[in-house]
């Protein structure tokens, strides 16, 4: 079995040191990039997609469920025996729904496939987060999606939307936790220390944080 070398312990913390110099310039410029993320404009989302959900059909401003901020993840389908394990791997890194919630942030799949079928996969792989089917909307194809998968984000005024940003590929790849999640909306983490826009919804680090479910015990 290949393995790295083995060297004094002095030499691997000189190493490391070196690394951590790097590291430390790659967290400066994620901030300065999720900054520059919250300074986007925004294009209005004029046409009318109509989705299925659990609960009958909803339209993409329903897939907000209330909240401000909505992100989308668009889940390559093909049938229900060829499912996409890259699809399915991201899905599992999802962590617990509460803790975006809790800063105004819905998070949902979408796919063009019958929603029995979407359903039935989300049973077997035990998720919980809301799948909504597109199967009869043009929304994958413009939003980038195609027959294949994205991740929209869209912000909601009233009963306008807004998309405010878009990736996909390795844009994708890089994603999976409630901190890049957040990062990715407009209104970011919310926290006193980041860079955002003078008028922006913020609060100190730390002091919002819960267990999932403890949400709306206390105020933040």
């Known amino acids: 079995m290949r393995r790295p070398p083995i060297v004094p312990a002095e030499q691997w913390q000189a190493q490391r040191a070196a690394l951590l110099v790097r590291e430390k310039h790659l967290t400066r410029e994620l901030d300065a990039l999720a900054a520059a993320r919250r300074r986007l404009p925004m294009v209005r989302v004029d046409k009318e997609y109509l989705f299925e959900g659990a609960d009958g059909p909803v339209r993409l401003v329903d897939l907000f469920e209330g909240r401000r901020q909505l992100i989308v993840y668009t889940f390559m389908w093909h049938g ?95 994603l999976g936790s409630n901190w890049t999640f957040l990062d990715l909306t407009p209104y970011g983490r919310q926290e006193t220390w980041e860079d955002s826009p ?23």
């Open 80 to 174: 229900p025996t060829e499912h996409c394990s890259g699809c399915s791997m991201f899905t599992d890194n999802i962590g617990h729904l509460a803790h975006l919630n809790a800063r105004d942030v819905t998070l949902a799949l979408a796919s063009r496939g019958p929603l029995a079928e979407l359903l039935a996969y989300r049973q077997r792989m035990g998720w919980s987060i809301p799948w909504y089917s597109s199967l009869g909307n043009t929304y994958n194809v413009d939003m980038g999606g195609g027959d294949g998968f994205a991740l929209n984000v869209f912000l909601r005024d009233g009963d306008e939307v807004f998309r405010t940003y878009s990736t996909t590929n390795r844009g994708v790849e890089r």
């Open 198 to 220: 003078e008028g922006w919804p913020r609060s100190e680090p730390y002091t919002w944080w819960r267990l999932h479910d403890e949400y709306g015990k206390d105020p933040v």
